[in-house]
């Protein structure tokens, strides 16, 4: 499994663009990148996923370089309800697939 | 937007007392995983299950942990004899056979004492 590395927290204001960068050099080619939220004491929850380029849903962007070894997750225009731990997680996708997750990073928008 | 279930959100027991922890799962999706979040720390995988059996389980998942889909729609992870250091937030998933796309439940709190 590709290792992880992310900031252990990150502060914004609201209003503003977040970008969390996650460090991941050995990434194997069949693995995906992988972002999940999760607040306090409720479940992660899938915000985006991506394998190359750059992937853009109603929620985040997903920013990936050629090299695939590093990713960014990009929030724009955060609010205070977007402070969480925002996870990168790196592995081949598919229902029988555990995921491992880090320490995430702590994001704290303040007002 | 389908939701993965579970209760009780919080349960207090003593240690050496069976739980049961229970999770209805999205009804369509086949694979259905445990994890654990001991307070402060990662969230960590404790079992896989799929075709009515576990398919994958790490060092946590002892003989002390059962998982049992006893009806088609519930999933349960059953704790044998509760320890101070299974006190953790367990966290039910199913996942989506087609996109891999993982849905976790609200939790449940677990406090040993």
């Known amino acids: 499994l590709a290792k992880t590395t992310q900031p252990i927290s990150m502060d914004s204001y609201e209003g503003q663009e977040v970008n969390i960068t996650c460090s991941h050099n050995n990434i194997a080619t069949n693995d995906y990148i992988t972002w999940y939220q999760q607040f306090p004491s409720q479940g992660p929850r899938f915000i985006i996923q991506g394998y190359k380029t750059k992937v853009t849903n109603e929620v985040a962007s997903l920013f990936i370089p050629a090299d695939r070894k590093s990713s960014t997750l990009s929030l724009p225009r955060v609010s205070l309800s977007d402070t969480a731990v925002y996870y990168c997680l790196v592995g081949d996708v598919g229902a029988g697939n555990m995921l491992t997750f880090g320490g995430g990073t702590r994001l704290m928008v303040k007002p | 937007e389908p939701e993965v279930t579970q209760t009780p959100s919080h349960q207090v027991t003593q240690m050496g007392q069976e739980v049961i922890l229970r999770c209805v799962p999205i009804s369509n999706h086949l694979y259905f995983y445990w994890y654990r979040q001991i307070l402060g720390q990662k969230v960590e995988f404790l079992v896989s299950f799929y075709n009515n059996e576990i398919s994958e389980k790490s060092e946590i998942f002892d003989d002390q942990f059962s998982v049992e889909r006893p009806d088609g729609s519930n999933f349960t992870l059953k704790i044998r004899s509760t320890k101070l250091e299974d006190s953790a937030m367990y966290f039910c998933?199913?996942?989506?056979?087609?996109?891999?796309?993982?849905?976790f439940g609200s939790g449940t709190r677990l406090t040993v004492v």
């Open positions: 998933a199913s996942v989506d056979s087609e996109t891999g796309g993982y849905t």
